[in-house]
């Protein structure tokens, strides 16, 4: 599917006025990681964790702040299983992970940095895991062959956490927006889609998946 100008100059010039505008935010970040890892040797370990996810159809790394335990994460791995299903648990995570990074979404900001490579796009479905993406495929969905993966997009603004079944709903009809809506009101849209999150996550509430 065709990846509209307007959406990738919104998409580079966005994402680095957020890295530059957030980089006291990455100050505090590393400062509140470096002083959990210095006085929790159990907090210790990588600043980034990477895990593969599926955009347009691609497999790629997608980039987030470490919230895990390095021995919850070598617990998981022989499991195939991503880091969500661990995050749901509080004792899984670091000091850092629980008060500082996970109730403002902290851990996600990194993926600015996937953004500005082109892995994902700053509104359109979240990127799944291969194995999940992969279920999908077999089950008949196979839309995230087609689209860019988003930071955030429509399932992330809803309250609570939405059945697997409301964010394909969700994630179809952006994708038909995608195909039918005028570059301009795409645009418009993604605009309206970005206020919105950033209104859900000072209030502390939506999903990021």
């Not at 995608?178 to 570059?183: L, M």
Request: with cysteine; proline share 6%; hydrophobic share 40%.
């Amino acid at each position: 599917m065709p990846y509209p100008f307007l959406k990738w100059l919104t998409d580079k010039i966005v994402s680095l006025a957020l890295l530059v505008s957030f980089s006291p935010v990455f100050m505090v970040i590393v400062s509140g990681m470096a002083l959990s890892m210095l006085l929790r040797p159990a907090d210790r370990g990588s600043w980034l964790y990477r895990e593969r996810r599926i955009s347009r159809g691609r497999e790629f790394d997608v980039l987030k702040f470490r919230v895990l335990r390095e021995d919850v994460i070598s617990r998981m791995q022989p499991e195939d299983k991503h880091a969500r299903v661990f995050e749901a648990d509080t004792s899984n995570l670091t000091w850092a992970g629980h008060y500082l990074l996970k109730k403002w979404y902290f851990d996600e900001l990194p993926q600015l940095f996937n953004i500005l490579k082109g892995d994902m796009s700053l509104v359109g479905p979240r990127p799944w895991p291969v194995h999940m993406v992969n279920d999908q495929i077999k089950r008949g969905m196979a839309y995230r062959n087609l689209i860019l993966a988003g930071w955030t997009g429509p399932s992330q603004l809803q309250k609570g956490n939405p059945t697997p079944q409301d964010s394909e709903k969700l994630d179809l009809s952006y994708l038909n927006r995608c195909r039918t809506s005028p570059r301009r009101d795409l645009w418009l849209y993604d605009i309206k889609v970005l206020l919105q999150t950033a209104r859900v996550v000072l209030k502390g509430q939506g999903l990021t998946y």
